[in-house]
């Protein structure tokens, strides 16, 4: 890093000298025409260029799902990801996707099994990073600074909350309901949409709640070093960004 360099000449990923714009979420959720106020944040080429595949891995994992792939949003942005899928260099993709399909049990709230449905395995690491990016460009952006490469940024998904223990899920629903009475910023049809606030003044703690597709959500604290061993013992979690 180039300890003259300004933070504008920085990555706000990794703190070495940036040479290109990053779009933040990744660009390629959106179907064309993009929208004219989409967030770029200042980038290396190693961090923008060496993501790009995660990016289109969270695409088509957003408009697999049914509840956001059957969205007016999603509808078009599937057609996108189906003529992707049909090229050739798309074949290796294709069959770690048909390879992860696995039959999953639908009961109802009561415990009561309705059957079947096909799902999918998801590379919970690879969306992480994804998501992970996110957050530390939408710091950037609101806080005019970096957030420190040692945070540790807890992630939480739909999926996730669901199965914690009532005591952390009664923390983090505060957590949630703080971030999510703040401002909402909306980007496209409601493909993005995201709200923040700050956990603690003195330190570089906050939360991030997004949504895309109006039906897939994400909770990221982002816990500084010398917080992050009571954060993690106090949500039980194993699951922080990789």
Request: some cysteine; charged content about 25%.
């Amino acid at each position: 890093m180039n300890a003259n360099a300004k933070t504008d000449d920085l990555c706000v990923y990794c703190g070495a000298d940036a040479t290109t714009d990053d779009h933040i979420p990744p660009k390629t959720i959106f179907s064309n025409p993009r929208p004219s106020n989409l967030v770029t944040v200042r980038s290396c080429k190693s961090c923008n260029g060496g993501d790009s595949k995660d990016d289109e891995y969270f695409r088509d994992i957003l408009v697999f799902r049914e509840d956001s792939g059957s969205t007016p949003s999603g509808e078009v942005l599937w057609e996108t990801v189906r003529r992707s899928l049909h090229r050739p260099q798309a074949r290796r993709f294709t069959q770690a996707l048909a390879n992860a399909m696995f039959d999953k049990e639908i009961q109802t709230p009561n415990g009561i099994l309705l059957g079947s449905a096909p799902a999918i395995q998801i590379k919970r690491k690879r969306i992480n990073r994804v998501i992970t990016r996110v957050t530390r460009g939408l710091y950037f952006k609101h806080f005019g600074h970096t957030m420190p490469v040692s945070d540790t940024l807890l992630i939480y998904s739909d999926d996730i909350v669901d199965k914690f223990p009532p005591a952390v899920s009664d923390m983090l629903g505060e957590l949630v309901t703080i971030t999510t009475s703040q401002p909402h910023h909306i980007f496209g049809d409601n493909v993005f949409e995201y709200c923040y606030c700050r956990v603690d003044h003195d330190s570089t703690c906050s939360a991030w709640a997004m949504r895309f597709f109006s039906s897939v959500y994400y909770f990221v604290v982002n816990v500084p070093s010398n917080y992050a061993e009571l954060a993690m013992d106090a949500l039980s979690l194993d699951h922080k960004a990789g």
